[in-house]
């Protein structure tokens, strides 16, 4: 079955700065990969997926993600970051079974002024 | 557009007590559907998904269940309320892209 690290369990960065949140699967296929971002007390919303194709995706709020399949990885990046991307940010790997997918534990995200 | 559901959004019940949260999904037919809870500080842990009405499958053993009366109701249930039961719920609906968009979750105390 597969599996997501994030290894990040709390980042802290400065408004404008860039960032990164990484993130590490094991499957031994083609992955179906997705970044979640989390508001204290709120569900999750996607911002983010990889099925196929070009390895690097844009998604939402100004993020974007590369799938490094040599690296096993797919990590998330924003150019400059904002307050209100204080959040908790979830990696997730499915196997193209509705029914399976995987949760990392979570980067929490801190924006300093 | 589809829009999921959940209520209630906070909930705080003794131990032993029974429970009952509900999903709803509007603007889909024939959704998979997901309950998933979240200890503080913790991932996201699969409970149930059902791919269609009265089908149900438990991914973890436990003192909850879950049903499916209507094609896009999810009803996730306890008879006797644990304290290990407290935590965020998470319901989830995907189609067949495996993409899940998830509820604003239910805040569940037991005490």
């Known amino acids: 079955a597969q599996s997501v690290t994030q290894p990040d369990i709390h980042i802290t960065v400065s408004e404008g700065a860039s960032l990164e949140l990484r993130c590490n699967y094991s499957?031994?296929?083609?992955?179906?990969l997705f970044w979640y971002v989390q508001s204290p007390g709120q569900g999750l919303q996607l911002l983010l997926k990889?099925?196929?194709?070009?390895?690097l995706v844009q998604g939402i709020k100004g993020f974007e993600a590369e799938f490094k399949r040599s690296q096993s990885s797919f990590n998330l990046r924003k150019p400059s970051v904002h307050w209100s991307d204080a959040a908790e940010y979830f990696c997730a790997v499915g196997a193209g079974n509705n029914n399976d997918m995987r949760f990392g534990a979570g980067t929490r995200l801190t924006v300093k002024p | 557009s589809q829009t999921i559901h959940q209520w209630p959004a906070t909930l705080v019940q003794p131990v032993g007590s029974p429970l009952s949260l509900e999903c709803t999904v509007e603007?889909?037919?024939?959704?998979?559907l997901y309950w998933y809870r979240q200890a503080a500080g913790r991932g996201l842990q699969l409970l149930f998904y059902?791919?269609?009405?009265?089908?149900i499958s438990s991914e973890v053993p436990q003192n909850l269940s879950a049903s499916r009366p209507q094609d896009r109701q999810f009803i996730l249930s306890s008879k006797k309320l644990l304290l290990s039961d407290s935590g965020f719920y998470l319901c989830?609906?995907?189609?067949?892209?495996?993409?899940?968009?998830f509820g604003p979750g239910t805040r569940l105390t037991v005490l």
């Open positions: 499957y031994g296929a083609t992955p179906y």
């Open positions: 603007g889909t037919s024939n959704p998979n």
């Open positions: 990889y099925f196929s194709g070009d390895t």
């Open positions: 989830a609906w995907s189609l067949q892209s495996d993409t899940q968009y």
């Open positions: 059902s791919v269609g009405i009265g089908q």
